[in-house]
């Protein structure tokens, strides 16, 4: 079995030469999502140094196990991964069925909303990635515990706290109870 620190080598070579849409290197953005996770344990610290390798890189899910990566942290890397013909709201309703998954998506999705990087996208891609990333948390996040959702976004990116505090109010009024 690989180690944290052999992953994030082979996450960092597989993303080589990638950058994300404000121009950073890629391996930035596995790195902080993996940040987000320590707290959970080894193996989703490693699915989140990997969450984009399958679907960003030439690697595949086979390539994956024969380096060492452990099976679990393979089938949530692939429960992550965008799949052909599949819309963005089925991708995350079947993320949601895997526990573990759905917490690298709260991390991911915690990353990619962070103010001082959606601050360097033109506008109109402001507006509309804060859109599709509010509306794939209004489906996570009822999907996992929020101590757990709160220990990520403290750590990835602390402004969403105010929207897990309004939405923890909204769902417990929901449920019938005092919000």
Do not use: C
């Not at 610290?45 to 380096?67: K, S």
């Amino acid at each position: 079995m690989k180690s944290v620190s052999e992953v994030a080598a082979l996450a960092e070579a597989a993303h080589a030469r990638q950058v994300d849409k404000i121009g950073v290197p890629y391996f930035e953005h596995v790195r902080a999502v993996a940040v987000g996770l320590e707290s959970f344990g080894d193996e989703l610290v490693m699915a989140g140094l990997l969450h984009d390798v399958v679907e960003d890189t030439d690697w595949t899910a086979e390539q994956l196990l024969a380096a060492g990566i452990p099976a679990r942290v393979v089938e949530i890397v692939e429960a992550v991964t965008n799949q052909t013909g599949m819309s963005y709201e089925e991708k995350i309703r079947r993320i949601t069925a895997d526990p573990q998954a759905t917490l690298v998506k709260i991390s991911d999705n915690a990353h990619n909303s962070h103010p001082a990087r959606a601050a360097q996208l033109p506008a109109d891609k402001q507006e509309r990635l804060a859109v599709k990333y509010r509306s794939a948390r209004a489906a996570l996040w009822p999907a996992a515990s929020r101590a757990d959702i709160e220990a990520i976004v403290k750590i990835v990116n602390p402004s969403l706290l105010g929207e897990l505090e309004a939405h923890a109010g909204t769902s417990t009024a929901a449920a019938g109870e005092p919000a």
